[in-house]
């Protein structure tokens, strides 16, 4: 079966730091580009990063380039996000997907991990 | 505020057939073909449709899409209370550089 399951939300201060961590299995994780997305209570998904599937490219939203850092780790099926400066507008579910070029789209999402930046 | 606009909310009763819109520009729907996602109460999205108007295995052929130049559709026949979720469209976006979702459909079946 084809899983992601995301682990490391929590609460932080503003200007805090976070590391969130997406475990994939079922599928052979090294073959697929990768996304972290956001959404915020009672709001669309957002697009926050993505990496290439060896990744050597890597890109970020606006809202967020600068302050998170993504990485993947193929050996171990890993995906990570590296959250730092953290805000208050940063709280919402973060979830990482797969991107399924057969698709051309997110094809599999996790359930989410809740990150919540409190004052 | 999203850059693609759907309308907020929607409803039909069980049978009917409900269309939900989804108005986008040149530099999305009418350029790029569009994803539509269901998402249930507490849960993650779920593909529904793909590439404008193709189904992933196992979602039903009551649910199918449409593209016409900067808007696209998607439409659910035989509507049935399991159906009640959110709904949302994803297009990739050549000026932002990156995938973007529309706001939301609210279904509410009746």
């Known amino acids: 079966e084809v899983q992601l399951v995301e682990s490391g939300g929590g609460s932080a201060q503003p200007g805090g730091s976070l590391r969130l961590s997406c475990a994939a299995s079922g599928f052979t994780f090294s073959s697929y580009e990768m996304y972290w997305l956001r959404q915020a209570p009672g709001r669309e998904p957002e697009w926050v990063s993505y990496i290439s599937t060896s990744g050597t490219i890597i890109d970020y939203a606006d809202s967020v380039r600068g302050r998170f850092t993504i990485s993947r780790d193929n050996a171990k099926n890993s995906l990570h996000l590296q959250m730092s400066s953290l805000r208050v507008e940063d709280t919402a579910v973060y979830s990482c997907?797969?991107?399924?070029?057969?698709?051309?789209?997110?094809?599999?999402w996790g359930q989410g991990t809740l990150v919540t930046g409190s004052s | 505020q999203s850059v693609v606009t759907q309308p907020p909310s929607a409803s039909g009763t069980p049978g009917q057939r409900v269309t939900i819109s989804c108005s986008g520009s040149s530099s999305n729907i009418g350029s790029n073909t569009v994803n539509w996602y269901q998402q249930l109460p507490g849960t993650a999205p779920k593909l529904l449709i793909y590439r404008n108007g193709h189904r992933p295995s196992g979602v039903p052929d009551r649910f199918s899409g449409s593209k016409s130049g900067t808007s696209a559709s998607l439409a659910i026949s035989g509507l049935q209370s399991e159906d009640e979720a959110d709904y949302y469209c994803?297009?990739?976006?050549?000026?932002?550089?990156?995938?973007?979702f529309g706001g939301g459909t609210k279904l509410t079946v009746l």
């Open positions: 997907a797969r991107d399924n070029p057969d698709f051309d789209a997110l094809d599999m």
């Open positions: 994803a297009i990739w976006d050549d000026i932002l550089n990156g995938r973007v």
